[in-house]
């Protein structure tokens, strides 16, 4: 049996929490020539009390605006989705591991993002990867 190492953690579930997309209802399809995205991406912990281990509830939160070149509104996605992290030892390094969680979850959404963006009839908007190392998660202590 190995030793478990130091930042090894589980993700419990990733859950949904909210997930609206709104398009524009005057957009004609010659507003669609080229279409230019911005997009926010923040995350908030909760530290959960447990004596054995680490435990955070992590919200991944991410906006996404879609414009066109006269900076007319397209469309707009907002979603959350909720995790339950569980770090294997009780460290206080485990707080700047995060990144690796909300890394993970990120990943889980950019399918999705794809997914309803071409089923609502517009180009696929593929979320490129982002690099979570300089990502600052906010934590929240349980007391």
Same mark, same amino acid.
């Given at each position: ?5 130091q930042?090894a953690?589980? /993700? ?16 004609? !399809?010659?507003?669609?020539?080229? /279409? ?15 004596? !054995? ?13 879609? @414009?066109?070149?006269? @900076?007319?509104? *397209? ?5 959350? /989705? ?5 770090? !294997?030892?009780?460290?206080?390094? @485990? !707080? ?7 890394? *993970?979850?990120?990943s ?10 071409m ?17 600052k998660?906010? *934590? /929240?202590? @349980?007391?």
């Amino acid at each position: 049996m190995s030793k478990i190492k130091q930042g090894a953690f589980q /993700i419990s579930s990733i859950e949904i929490k909210k997930f609206n997309f709104e398009q524009n209802q005057e957009i004609k !399809e010659d507003d669609i020539n080229e /279409i230019k995205f911005n997009h926010t991406i923040g995350a908030i912990a909760q530290k959960k009390d447990n004596k !054995e281990k680490d435990k955070f509830l992590v919200q991944l939160d991410l906006n996404i605006k879609a @414009n066109n070149n006269n @900076n007319k509104n *397209i469309y707009n996605i907002s979603t959350s /989705i909720v995790s339950l992290i569980e770090f !294997e030892v009780k460290d206080e390094q @485990n !707080e700047f591991l995060l990144n690796n969680a909300v890394a *993970i979850m990120f990943s889980y959404l950019r399918p999705m993002i794809a997914q309803i963006t071409m089923l609502s009839g517009f180009p696929p908007y593929h979320l490129q990867p982002v690099s979570f190392e300089q990502f600052k998660v906010n *934590i /929240i202590n @349980n007391n």
